[in-house]
């Protein structure tokens, strides 16, 4: 079992899963380090509806890739365009020996949309939001993907691949999977003043 709660014992289930909605936001984190082990067909289906229960204005689409080929392929794709960005912020980490820009997650959600949708970057980042919530709740890891795409957008041939229909465009994604590191295992209360102010 990843999850191991220290306090507030009555937000966890028998399976070891978080059941108190508000104690699975707080220990959400980005996790990139990901143990070598596939996600449960069931616990999929869990996360791709709990994407769709996000909060939506237009239409948008969840792949679901785990064929570790194409996995590799989209992490191969990344790093090739990281290298030759000419932005450090990609290039540092693409120098790193080893480095996936997928982090080796076994679950690659990608999420796409008509790119004349003026919500489309609202709309799929609920979607996310709502499944690295769930992941978390089921005592899994996950990350917001962002600068990975690049391994896919404007590779039509990659694109069919993984099935993304016709009139669509990667937008964002989460990857997914049991985290290597000791990263869930107790809430991490974040400042709720630093950057808040009320207008009452």
């Known amino acids: 079992m990843i999850i191991r709660l220290s306090t507030c014992e009555r937000g966890k289930s028998r399976e070891g899963h978080i059941t108190d909605t508000l104690m699975a936001i707080d220990l959400r984190k980005s996790v990139r380090n990901f143990l070598p082990k596939s996600v449960e067909a069931e616990i999929i289906t869990q996360l791709v509806r709990a994407g ?11 792949t679901v890739i785990e064929n570790s080929e194409v996995l590799k392929e989209i992490n191969e794709q ?3 365009q990281f290298k030759n960005s000419g932005d450090k912020l990609l ?13 080796g997650a076994p679950v690659f959600f ?10 489309k970057e609202a709309t799929t980042s609920c ?34 691949k993984v099935g993304i229909p016709f009139g669509l465009t990667p937008i964002c994604g989460v ?26």
Do not use: W
């Open 175 to 200: 990857v997914v999977g049991y985290s290597a590191e000791e990263s869930l295992t107790s809430p991490r209360y974040r400042s709720t003043e630093d950057n808040v102010n009320y207008c009452r």
């Open 52 to 62: 769709n229960s996000a909060p939506k204005v237009g239409f948008f689409h969840i």
């Open 127 to 160: 979607a996310v939001t709502c499944i690295t919530i769930a992941a978390t709740a089921l005592g899994l890891g996950s990350c917001y993907i962002q600068s990975a795409l690049l391994g896919i957008k404007g590779n039509p041939k990659l694109i069919e």
């Open 91 to 103: 290039m540092g980490p693409a120098a790193v020996e080893g480095y996936r820009p997928l982090y």
């Open 78 to 80: 990344a790093l090739v």
């Open 110 to 119: 990608l999420l796409s949309a008509p790119l004349a949708s003026p919500s």
